[in-house]
């Protein structure tokens, strides 16, 4: 079954999305499921585990997302997100087939 899944812990999910809000919850179904899109988040509340972590896991332990979409209002945080994804592509550690992107969205609920 193919899911879309959103990592925040602030913003309310997109129609279709199932919420995460903790790095763990989005590494369980990352484990457990096909995901169609996963659209992340930078700051959460544990500051620690948070979205950069996150990426870092996925590509350590090779958990993919066919698309996925930085959407952290903060630009430091989803820029290195970003730019660590992109470098694992290049570096061939994680697959040139799945789509990144970043799209900061605004905190406004």
């Given amino acids: 079954m193919k899911i879309r899944v959103f990592l925040d812990d602030y913003r309310e999910p997109p129609d279709g999305y ?12 990352l ?3 096909e995901i169609e899109h996963l659209s992340l988040d930078h700051d959460l509340t544990d500051k620690i585990r948070n979205g950069f972590l996150l990426v870092q896991l996925m590509v350590k332990h090779d958990l993919y997302a066919a698309s996925i979409t930085i959407h952290s ?4 945080g989803g820029k290195a ?11 061939g550690t994680f697959p040139n087939s799945i789509r990144v992107h970043l799209r900061p969205l605004p905190l406004n609920r």
Wanted: charged share 25%; hydrophobic share 45%.
């Fill in 31 to 33: 484990r457990n499921f």
């Fill in 18 to 29: 199932v919420l995460t809000e903790t790095i763990d919850d989005c590494l369980e179904l």
């Fill in 73 to 76: 209002a903060n630009a430091v």
């Fill in 81 to 91: 997100m970003y730019n660590f994804l992109k470098q694992a592509q290049r570096q």
